[in-house]
């Protein structure tokens, strides 16, 4: 056995490469908007923003920690993800400003923009947006409806997201027909019931003299209020740990109308990467960012990563890869890395959250293979039937997020 500790060095990339790559992921700021998003202006069909609330709130994100963690639910650990806290109602209204106009110059012609808050900063947004966009291109006013979170004795509790819908140009595209609704479930409401000769089931109503049917196979539309997509229960699988994280139906309600198969949309306040979750469900193309790399690395894990650019700044994360050989067998034991939340006597091996085996070209990492842990996977794969001639680069994610690239010496 030849042990081949020491035939990696660390190396910066910029980049990362998984698959085709046709779709986007990037850590950066809507205020000095990336060369990679700014070069999309006018091919967007869908922006969604999702962005701070002005709740003054730190989030987190919440993870399982290595084997056991993945296993068996604990040990986690929290981690902190963004703050949400402009230093005035001013600062956080620039900082929209500049979230909104970005949107807009995303759009093409037939765009359609989501603007999700609540009832802080909603009514201050719709003027910001009216300027915008133009009053004319307003669209509507979404309530989304919950019945999570504590309740209030002082006032109404507060029991609703508002999500504020514009058009580029009166031409925006919208399809109804895309998200319909069982109608038995859609409405309970005090018209007649009947059967028809063909035994189908209707509600029915009689107005000046003539009667409006509404059959039960037949699908209703939704309206501007939405109860029934609740927020995301303590146990749902489609959890990340990220706490502002929103329902994938939520997304797909919202995306499914305003959008076509092979449409690009986007989501400049990605977070978890609900948007581009539920976009690479729907069969569309996606660009996610994100300040965060928190929430850049919870998004990553929830993608496909076999169609997708990364853009990360230089991996500055320090951290020693551990590999040996065995066998013919290429073994990644892990990485040695200092992080204050991580468990004292967690190994290397517990600290890694991915890793990926690829090349390196031009400061980019192209991804050849791809392990991740997941709940269905929780334990990481660490052995490769390669000789470690053929692994010339790894990428490394560790449990907090952090990223860095090693290229074998001598490359
Ligand atoms: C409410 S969360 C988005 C949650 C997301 N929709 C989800 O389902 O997980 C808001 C996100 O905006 C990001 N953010 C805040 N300021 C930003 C900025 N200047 N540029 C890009 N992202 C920013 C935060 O890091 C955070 O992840």
Redesign the pocket.
């Known amino acids: 056995m030849e042990a081949v500790n020491g035939m990696f060095e660390r190396t910066d990339v910029n980049r990362e490469v998984f698959g085709a790559g046709e779709n986007l992921l990037i850590q950066?700021?809507?205020?000095s908007l990336p060369k990679e998003i700014s070069r999309l202006a006018g091919k967007v069909q869908c922006v969604y923003l999702?962005?701070?609330?002005m709740t003054g709130e730190k989030?987190t994100r919440t993870r399982p920690w290595g084997d056991r963690g993945w296993k068996k639910g604990t040990p986690l650990i929290r981690l902190p993800?963004?703050e949400?806290s402009a230093e005035d109602e001013r600062a956080y209204l620039r900082?929209l400003r500049q979230?909104i106009r970005a949107s807009k110059k995303l759009l093409c012609s037939r765009g359609v923009f989501y603007l999700?808050l609540d009832w802080r900063m909603s009514a201050r947004a719709r003027v910001i947006c009216d300027q915008i966009f133009g009053r004319d291109q307003f669209l509507n006013e979404i309530i989304w409806g919950y019945e999570s979170g504590g309740r209030s004795k002082k006032t109404f509790s507060r029991k609703h997201d508002t999500i504020l819908m514009y058009a580029k140009t009166p031409d925006y595209k919208f399809d109804i027909t895309r998200v319909p609704l069982e109608r038995r479930a859609a409405r309970k409401n005090h018209m007649a019931r009947g059967m028809d000769e063909d035994g189908r089931m209707y509600s029915s109503i009689v107005t000046r003299g003539k009667e409006y049917r509404y059959y039960d196979d037949e699908p209703v539309y939704p309206g501007d209020v939405w109860t029934d997509i609740s927020h995301l229960q303590q146990r749902d699988p489609e959890r990340?740990g990220?706490t502002?994280?929103?329902p994938v139906k939520l997304l797909e309600r919202l995306l499914l109308p305003v959008t076509a198969p092979g449409d690009l949309v986007a989501?400049?306040?990605?977070?978890?990467?609900?948007?581009l979750a539920a976009a690479q469900q729907l069969g569309l193309r996606f660009a996610g960012?994100?300040?965060?790399a928190q929430?850049v690395s919870?998004a990553l894990a929830r993608l496909k990563a076999d169609n997708l650019t990364v853009v990360c700044p230089g991996a500055p994360e320090a951290g020693r890869l551990l590999t040996r050989e065995a066998d013919g067998r290429f073994l990644m034991e892990g990485i040695e890395t200092a992080n204050s939340a991580f468990p004292a006597n967690g190994t290397p091996a517990d600290a890694v959250e991915s890793w990926d085996t690829g090349r390196i070209e031009n400061g980019c990492f192209i991804a050849e293979r791809h392990y991740q842990r997941s709940s269905r996977y929780p334990e990481l794969v660490t052995s490769l039937q390669a000789e470690p001639g053929e692994i010339r680069a790894v990428l490394v994610t560790d449990a907090a997020g952090g990223r860095r690239a090693y290229r074998r010496t001598g490359d």
Do not use: I, N
């Open positions: 950066g700021d809507v205020r999702d962005p701070p609330f989030f993800a963004y949400d900082l979230m999700h990340t990220f502002t994280q929103k989501d400049l306040c990605c977070g978890s990467g609900t948007t960012m994100d300040l965060s929430a919870v």
